[in-house]
């Protein structure tokens, strides 16, 4: 129903086709035979039917949904693994080590950027799902930390923890097909807008396996003795090895909430208000600034208004008083209160406007794939810059994605705004394009925007990603944006863990 | 005046010398011929002089202090360098390699852990000092952040930043006498207690030469583009390269200040009343536990109490609300309020034990060497442990340190125990050790102590230094610590830009 609404929504701007294509049923897929047969020993863990190789071909963006629906499965793995423990994670290298072949490690498989994909490699290809790796194995109360093992899901991860009084609170979008490893893995961006916005913040120390053994730091506070080796795994998108469990620090249940919706007629006051909020040391839990477009796709407003959402919460006191100081920034920069304040603790439900996005937000990757199958250009993409340039790159992006639009014929069509993450330093925006594809050439129209837009992030001097990761997607951006010689001493570092390049060869960096 | 009181309160406990040892003279240097002379075109900032060799030849450790009272110049460099700017770092890089010298990166001297020390190696050694490169050479007003060269010490630093508004309040007890480049080097912890403890979270982007050239990272306020590169040259310790320039995110200056102290009649009480703090959300600037008798040499108390010194700062809004809310936590932790809240809106001066233990703090390190010459062993070392096994650690470490030096004959002794930086899930405990030492052994006592106490540290899984980074001293500990595949790992990247080995060998890694 909500999905019909958002349907009619946007027939008034874009042209959908009247019948959705139909996604694939299991006859429909017609995989080339697997090249490996596991060791009798791991055969009861692993599965070399379409159906569980289809299921861990692709991630799910926008082109790999595509794909899909097109029923091109391209380098399927051959075999996909869920190996039982930890051990078994050691046993699978050991096989792949053996046979040569490729090993993927797999969490919720919820990339957007190619990063659980195959390589375009001679070799055979292990796909190797953690989801039998899905338990809160300690809780240290105390400390308010728990070891946890990689393959957990979020949902599965959160309902574990709960019945200590403790959460996690990290809610990516994928939060529902996403798993602990993978965040660590890509260095996943979270629930709060401010202080806090990755998982990075919560790794008290992380374990995996590599090709060359165990690799697994100390559980401590802080360390200043050398450099930090947990940020060495973090962001390495399986290169390294698998990442099996993790001490993460965790937090009390919010007891107290505040929040408020603030409009603006122009976004550019919408960015001045963002930014002192978060140069204002208030660190509120939500600050999402969603432009004109994105409120009214995402249905937390009518579209006259761009829509700053400020949430506050606090497992400790009360917070009304940050929100107060965080409105009358927010109004000395323009704004005019759409949704008044509104405590918990008088009132236990959200903003009507701030519900209404987070229930957007959960429900977007499933809407996306929605769209995608009624014809249109579907997808999100995302960067982050300092201040100083960040007016001139959310222009330059915006014009360029609609030229581009223009010029591959996939027009008219709908590019929204919106901030995810602010900094004192600058602020990420994300970006949604909903525009009509040709029927067999969306992957084209799409790729043309795509690289459009690296070019002007790596000219603008932004990021090629805040938190969608690198994968296969994002290496020419990533390989013009990184230090030179620091991607030599990735390598360097790879070679010591994985000397024969079993593990996800291709994302992050060249054999 | 202040010292002469401190050495009046000493008394009491420890048998001081009379007469302080003097300082040696230049004329009482005498060190080896210089193995090398540079080239000409490098001449005009070299110094091969006693005066200036001597001068580079060790850090500020305790250890060190000793042995120029000593008149003892092991392995003094054989020449002092001054590149005027970073081209000239460049050139002194070129002619290390030619001449096959060791080259070891110089900020402040202020390393307390051998980290500026040479090591015990055939090969020449140049001291290459960055205090020409001090500037502040851009400032980024919106983002606030400022491109500053790695050079600047502290009080340099700050006066350049006045102007714009802006300060990067990092206030490490050597801030007189250390550099930014010194501080990003070794991940130095700074003036914040809780959230922003460390120079980590204030630098942007950094730059640095190495031998094999110029290694640079982009200015983003984040990015989720694989391992962030920054966190591999944070904590260095100069092994890769030379620091030369970082962009820094700054703040603004502080409008709003307020602060209290609580006592306690037991340590332990103390101690849950700062982890309930460090849990709250509520992030004091200030928050340092002291124990009774750190108290009392400090001249924050008379010694009754053990005292919990809470404040907050803001540059937006008033923190009288924050304050209000933490002195209920610490209240209902069995403290009770020993000095009143203190609102700088009102009253601008800080609170008495504030201030006289701001006033102690940075004082220290020259009250140490004082006492150094009055013949005590005079040192601290530091840690950082989580909640759970906090307790058992402090008790441990203090029992050690104690039975050690009554065991060595360096006794009584005073042991004090503070807490500097405080974490959701830990703790970093500071402990300061004044004995009185054999004439002539002083050092070989400590060294005693000092091998204890890590031994504690490695079972006791507390890490060999939250704070005072590896260097030369604390090697043994870091390499029982840290992953032993993350060792290999970052000398497979030390030989990529340092294919020579000219950079700081030994520190950190062995070649």
New interface residues.
């Given amino acids: 129903m909500e999905q019909e609404r958002l349907t009619q929504r946007l027939r008034v701007f874009l042209p959908l086709a009247d019948e959705a294509i139909a996604p694939p049923t299991p006859n429909e897929l017609n995989l080339p035979t697997p090249r490996i047969a596991p060791p009798t020993a791991l055969a009861p863990w692993c599965r070399s039917d379409d159906l569980a190789r289809a299921g861990h071909t692709y991630g799910k963006s926008f082109r790999d949904v595509v794909r899909a629906l097109e029923r091109r499965w391209e380098r399927p793995p051959d075999v996909v693994v869920t190996p039982p423990d930890e051990d078994g994670v050691v046993a699978v290298l050991s096989w792949a080590s053996e046979a040569n072949a490729v090993v993927i490690p797999y969490g919720g498989g919820s990339s957007v950027v190619g990063g659980v994909e195959a390589p375009d490699d001679e070799r055979p290809v292990i796909s190797c799902d953690l989801a039998a790796l899905r338990r809160v194995l300690q809780v240290?109360r105390?400390?308010?930390?728990a070891l946890i093992q990689a393959g957990a899901l979020g949902p599965d991860l959160e309902a574990q923890l709960r019945p200590h009084g403790l959460t996690l609170r990290h809610y990516p979008q994928s939060f529902e097909v996403s798993s602990l490893g993978g965040w660590i893995a890509?260095?996943?961006?979270g629930h709060f807008a401010t202080?806090h916005?990755?998982i990075?913040d919560f790794v008290?120390s992380v374990r995996a396996i590599?090709p060359?053994?165990?690799?697994?730091?100390?559980?401590?506070?802080?360390?200043?003795?050398?450099?930090?080796?947990e940020?060495?795994?973090?962001?390495?998108?399986g290169i390294f090895g698998v990442i099996t469990q993790a001490w993460m620090?965790l937090?009390?249940r919010p007891q107290f909430q505040a929040s408020a919706v603030v409009g603006y007629a122009s976004f550019s006051e919408g960015v001045r208000a963002a930014?002192a909020l978060a140069?204002?040391?208030?660190?509120p839990s939500n600050c999402r600034l969603l432009d004109a477009a994105e409120a009214l796709v995402s249905g937390a407003g009518d579209g006259t208004n761009h829509l700053l959402l400020i949430g506050f919460e606090?497992?400790?006191?009360p917070v009304k008083?940050s929100l107060t100081?965080a409105l009358e920034?927010a109004c000395d920069h323009g704004g005019t209160l759409i949704e008044p304040a509104k405590d918990r603790d008088a009132d236990p439900t959200p903003n009507d406007a701030t519900r209404q996005w987070r229930s957007s937000f959960f429900r977007a990757p499933y809407v996306r794939d929605e769209l995608a199958r009624l014809g249109l250009i579907s997808e999100t993409f995302e960067t982050?810059?300092?201040?100083?340039r960040f007016d001139a790159l959310v222009d330059r992006i915006t014009a360029t994605t609609e030229d581009v639009l223009r010029h591959v014929g996939a027009w008219p069509a709908v590019v929204t705004r919106r901030l995810t993450?602010l900094?004192?330093?600058?602020?990420?925006p994300y970006f949604t394009v909903l525009a009509p594809g040709h029927a067999t050439g969306r992957l084209a129209q799409w790729r043309e925007v795509k690289d459009a837009v690296i070019d002007v992030l790596e000219a603008s001097?932004?990021?090629?990603?805040?938190?969608?990761?690198?994968g296969r997607d994002?290496r020419r951006?990533?390989d013009l944006?990184?230090?030179p010689?620091?991607a030599?001493?990735?390598r360097?570092?790879k070679?010591?863990?994985d000397p024969a390049g079993l593990l996800n060869p291709g994302v992050?960096i060249d054999p």
Avoid: I, K, M, N
């Fill in positions: 240290d105390s400390s308010r930390a890509t260095r996943s961006g202080l916005t990755r990075d008290e590599t060359a053994g165990p690799w697994e730091t100390r559980r401590f506070p802080s360390s200043g003795a050398g450099p930090s080796p940020r060495l795994l973090l962001g390495s998108e620090r937090q009390e930014r140069q204002s040391g208030l660190w606090s497992a400790d006191h008083v100081r920034l982050a810059v300092t201040w100083d993450h900094y004192p330093d600058g602020a990420a001097g932004a990021t090629v990603t805040h938190h969608h990761a690198v994002h951006g990533y944006e990184r230090p010689l620091f030599a001493q990735l360097a570092a070679r010591v863990v992050l």
